[in-house]
């Protein structure tokens, strides 16, 4: 009975949002904080769904869910959407439009119709995610959640086999994972699941293949999630009328995000050896990166609190995502003695803000291969610290 966890980490973006949209380069990295799967097959052809973190639980007898006529061998490359397969699946899933648990079970089986082969349907599987990740602040939940989850149907249904690369393995996963997100999101880019599929730093511009970031070096920060909801549309398009307003103003600001991320590839291409120095240029970058965000107007208040906080204890901090509120990063030089970082966390846990702990720069998309049932139950009540401790499998 094939029984398989996967993970997949969320993302930050350190430099650059905003400008991206408008062909600049931007950088972003994999987060510490991960999804993790079980999947695992039946053999009463029903699939089991469980989806603790948008509070869903569902079961559908698998012959009834609509499917695709799918590949002989490898599923590569996926079509292009097909929004005919999407409405049937948002009338069966029958859970509303646009609500978190809908479209996480939507994409689920979008996924699910075209890569399940007919003997994994005729059984009927398992199939739990669940996240260290707050959904929806901008952290990559849904870019983690569609690797956990490409990842999870690829390797039930022997895709990713040995024969392949490793390389080609991350490219199923990716481009698979994509699809979810374009279910989830419209009209990604595609960083986010590209960085939560390589795992560790790229650097990127739209339209443009994404390059891992020649030398990065693991960095330690501080997430503060504000909890105040955004929206990242909103956002984007009040960048988008200062442009028009005043191009000549907003033009060269955009050009300077665009330099801060080259500078930003420059100092770990040729500061490798000296960690002290990059981690200190690393914070001026924050400060002016921050500083040109807030006069573009994607700061807010409680951006502007987590960044008084963080530089009274001589951190340096940067909203990161879209802004407006969402989540805030603070660099952690190593070189910061762990009072001062529990100061920190305090002082913003004080604010009422959810204060995360990451390691950025780790592995992506992995699976364990497991040699035994494992119940759902077990599952979702294991900590991340012990399933961390099971031998898992990169692909790297
Ligand atoms: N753990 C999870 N379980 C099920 N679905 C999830 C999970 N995490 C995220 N999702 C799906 O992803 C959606 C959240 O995507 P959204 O883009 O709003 O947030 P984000 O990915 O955290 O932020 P961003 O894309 O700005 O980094 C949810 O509505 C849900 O459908
Ligand atoms: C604000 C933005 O640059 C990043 C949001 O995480 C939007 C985008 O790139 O689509």
Not at 173 to 187: C, L
Not at 216 to 240: D, G, H, M, Y
């Amino acid at each position: 009975m094939p029984s398989y966890f996967t993970s997949a980490p969320g993302k930050v973006i350190l430099f650059g949002e905003h400008a991206v949209v408008y062909g600049k380069l931007a950088t972003a990295g994999s987060l510490g904080l991960r999804s993790y799967a079980l999947v695992q097959s039946r053999t009463d052809g029903a699939l089991e769904v469980n989806l603790p973190d948008v509070q869903l639980v569902r079961s559908w007898k698998s012959a009834d869910i609509p499917r695709q006529a799918r590949w002989e061998g490898y599923p590569y490359p996926p079509p292009a959407m097909n929004v005919e397969l999407l409405d049937q699946l948002t009338k069966f899933v029958d859970l509303g439009t646009q609500t978190n648990r809908s479209v996480a079970a939507i994409a689920l089986l979008y996924l699910h119709s075209y890569l399940t082969s007919d003997d994994i349907a005729n059984q009927g599987y398992d199939l739990s995610v669940r996240s260290d990740l707050p959904v929806g602040a901008g952290l990559g939940s849904s870019a983690s959640y569609s690797v956990c989850l490409a990842t999870a149907l690829l390797k039930l249904n022997g895709h990713l086999s040995e024969s392949l690369s490793a390389a080609d393995q991350r490219d199923l996963v990716n481009q698979w994972a994509f699809q979810a997100e374009k279910v989830i999101h419209g009209n990604p880019s595609g960083i986010d699941n590209t960085v939560s599929t390589l795992g560790g730093a790229v650097i990127f511009k739209k339209g443009e293949k994404i390059e891992p970031l020649p030398g990065f070096q693991s960095l330690k920060f501080i997430l503060t999630n504000t909890r105040v909801p955004r929206e990242t549309q909103v956002l984007v398009a009040n960048v988008r009328k200062l442009r028009e307003k005043f191009p000549s103003v907003v033009n060269p600001m955009l050009d300077s995000i665009n330099e801060i991320s080259i500078s930003c590839k420059q100092l770990f291409a040729q500061n490798g050896e000296d960690r002290a120095h990059l981690l200190s240029r690393f914070g001026d970058l924050v400060d002016v990166n921050h500083g040109m965000l807030a006069a573009l107007g994607v700061s807010h208040p409680t951006l502007e609190k987590v960044r008084e906080i963080s530089s009274k204890l001589g951190l340096k901090s940067k909203l990161t995502g879209a802004g407006g509120g969402g989540c805030a990063l603070t660099l952690v030089r190593d070189d910061m003695d762990e009072k001062t970082v529990e100061e920190l966390k305090t002082k913003l846990g004080e604010q009422g803000f959810e204060v995360l702990e990451a390691q950025v720069g780790g592995p992506g998309a992995g699976f364990v291969t497991l040699d035994s049932v494992t119940s759902i139950a077990e599952f979702l009540s294991r900590g991340t610290a012990d399933l961390e401790t099971q031998t898992w499998t990169y692909f790297v």
